[in-house]
């Protein structure tokens, strides 16, 4: 059974996390890679905007480790899943490292100077660390050239344990060609670092687009944050994954609008008819984004889609319910996520807004209340 709170004055606008679809996701990316391969929940950025606490409780003992961006989001981690393996995708700055040592945070590193740092902090027992390498994303790693003398000296400090390999990719969802000679290569540099010592390392490079598309080059563990959302980076994915958010918000006042009157800043719509129009108490300040605007997005209400009217404004945007004369103050709108038969995709507002899912998520902003539903 779904428990939920019912809306209360306060959910204007508020996004309801389902747990349950949280875990199916989990469970399709197992089924995809088989149990062999290891599983890093990415939570950083509070969890892609759905709440890092309640996401870290629903996946504990369902995933081998938890990605995260900096300290404080690993601290945060701990603060809920008191013994999680908590790995730090990309750079610590110097003043963060004794704490990441101290709690046995595993970092990123991606330099032999950071190597060298947290060797130098290490206490009685070695310092866990993954070695990051840079085969293509050209954003943080020790570059793939210069990697084997990096790990040749690294191998060498005490204090440090390199227990991981680690890499990035760039197009896993764009570049297929490209991606598949990255694969090969980061492959057969983890060979020749395991041949200069690099014992038993934990092995990990696809993202998830591609856990996706290359799943038989998964090595031992993948870094999935978007799909576990309910949102796939390649579309042949979608159908087996589930939202996990559903953004809603209400409408708070319904008029008509005559024909030829201007809609919201700028005028940039005008009625041609006799216009019903809800006003809906969600806008960019929400993380409803001011580029939707003019772009064809749809809210659903009543399960049927209705176009927003001109500008996105800062907490209210305008919704033709034309269509729908039932409609009444008050009432569930859903920006994101399924109502009846029909669903918004972040894929689809990303489209519109001119950006990616990732940042539909992450942009959802603190005023929008989180619901969490789940089994009881
Ligand atoms: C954010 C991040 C991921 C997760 O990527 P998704 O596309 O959301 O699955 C994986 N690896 C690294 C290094 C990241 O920064």
Not at 20 to 30: G, I
């Amino acid at each position: 059974m779904k428990t939920s709170t019912a809306p209360t004055p306060s959910h204007r606008t508020w996004a309801e996390i389902d747990l349950d679809a949280l875990r199916h996701n989990v469970a399709a990316v197992r089924a995809h890679l088989g149990a062999r391969v290891q599983i890093m929940a990415v939570v950083k950025a509070n969890a892609y905007g759905h709440g890092v606490g309640p996401v870290v409780a629903a996946l504990a003992g369902r995933v081998e480790m938890f990605g995260v961006a900096n300290l404080r989001e690993a601290l945060e981690v701990r603060e809920q899943l008191a013994d999680a393996a908590v790995f730090i995708l990309g750079p610590a700055l110097p003043e963060e490292r004794a704490a990441i040592v101290a709690r046995r945070f595993i970092p990123a590193v991606c330099s032999l100077d950071e190597a060298r740092a947290y060797a130098a902090l290490a206490g009685p027992e070695p310092c866990a660390v993954h070695l990051k390498i840079d085969t293509g994303m050209g954003r943080v790693g020790i570059w793939e050239d210069e990697a084997s003398a990096a790990a040749r000296e690294i191998l060498t400090l005490p204090g440090l344990r390199v227990t991981g390999l680690a890499s990035h990719l760039p197009v896993a969802d764009e570049d297929d060609a490209f991606t598949r000679a990255q694969l090969a290569r980061f492959h057969r540099l983890v060979a020749a670092l395991r041949a200069l010592g690099v014992s038993q390392p934990l092995v990990h490079v696809e993202n998830s687009a591609g856990i996706i598309g290359f799943p038989a080059q998964a090595e031992d563990l993948v870094r999935a944050g978007l799909m576990l959302y309910g949102s796939a980076p390649r579309p042949e994915f979608q159908p087996r994954l589930r939202a996990v958010m559903t953004w809603k918000t209400r409408v708070t006042l319904l008029r008509t609008a005559p024909a030829g009157h201007g809609i919201s800043y700028g005028r940039t719509f005008e009625t041609t008819r006799p216009t019903r129009v809800a006003t809906l108490a969600v806008g960019y300040a929400d993380g409803y984004q001011r580029h939707l605007s003019g772009r064809g997005a749809e809210v659903l209400i009543r399960g049927v889609r209705c176009p927003v009217l001109g500008r996105v404004t800062m907490d209210q945007i305008v919704a033709d319910v034309t269509a729908l004369p039932e409609v009444a103050i008050g009432e569930e709108v859903v920006l994101l996520g399924r109502q009846g038969a029909e669903e918004i995709l972040a894929a689809e507002l990303a489209t519109k807004a001119g950006t990616i899912a990732w940042e539909i998520f992450t942009g959802v902003g603190p005023r929008v209340e989180r619901v969490y539903l789940f089994r009881k």
